[in-house]
């Protein structure tokens, strides 16, 4: 079942903060988080395991609270890169079976 | 390293006619992914290989087929386009299940059937 994203879309002044939220209403195994610009592919930005192991880009910052089945990814002094597409994923399992992304939440870092 | 690339990068297909998309890796991952993403829409996984000669369906497998006769390729055929199959499609892999390994993405393939 697909997590739901939220907010749909937010615009941000550069050097502003920005949590993007993702929530499944099934148990989780992990969290991954993805980046996509306009008219390019996803790119990795983390991963939140169950038992709080976590793997990706030194500069992200998200949580995983696995009782709430809820993940949050924190976007902190907004620069007009981080513009695009954020896409959550969730998987119940370790053997990704499972996998489903979610909608996506726009954002727009204005100078 | 090459990382993820697929062939081609643009398609038009009259509907009724087939077509094979290539994708190759070269980072010896054992799992990968067909992808399709629509305007405005997330990305929803076609069909799936978690090694060579295996493949396994998605969320949207109808109007897909996939093989995996090597381990460096997926490929993705359509054996009879229809319009709603006029999408982006991306190819990823990883070097083990989606529970615990990032996916790293093709630059995709952008199918117009008409």
């Known amino acids: 079942q697909q997590p739901v994203q939220s907010p749909q879309a937010v615009i941000l002044r550069e050097g502003e903060d920005a949590v993007i939220n993702c929530s499944s209403s099934k148990a989780l195994y992990s969290v991954h988080w993805y980046r996509q610009k306009h008219g390019e592919a996803p790119v990795f930005l983390m991963i939140?395991?169950?038992?709080?192991e976590q793997k990706g880009h030194e500069k992200i910052s998200a949580s995983f609270n696995e009782k709430k089945q809820q993940s949050s990814l924190y976007l902190t002094a907004s620069q007009l890169s981080y513009s695009g597409t954020y896409f959550c994923?969730?998987?119940?399992?370790?053997?990704?079976?499972?996998?489903?992304f979610g909608p996506g939440t726009r954002l727009s870092v204005l100078p | 390293n090459a990382g993820v690339t697929q062939t081609p990068k643009f398609r038009v297909l009259k509907t009724g006619q087939s077509m094979t998309l290539l994708c190759a890796q070269d980072m010896n991952h054992e799992y990968m992914y067909w992808y399709r993403q629509d305007p405005g829409m997330g990305l929803r996984l076609i069909h799936y290989?978690?090694?060579?000669?295996?493949?396994a369906k998605g969320e949207v497998p109808d109007g897909y087929n996939v093989s995996r006769l090597k381990k460096q390729n997926f490929l993705l055929g359509l054996e009879s386009a229809a319009p709603s199959q006029t999408s982006v499609y991306f190819c990823?892999?990883?070097?083990?299940?989606?529970?615990?390994?990032?996916?790293?993405f093709g630059p995709g393939t952008r199918l117009t059937v008409t």
């Open positions: 290989s978690v090694g060579e000669g295996t493949t």
């Open positions: 990823a892999s990883s070097p083990g299940g989606t529970g615990s390994h990032e996916q790293y």
């Open positions: 994923g969730t998987d119940g399992s370790n053997y990704g079976q499972n996998f489903v």
């Open positions: 939140l395991l169950k038992g709080g």
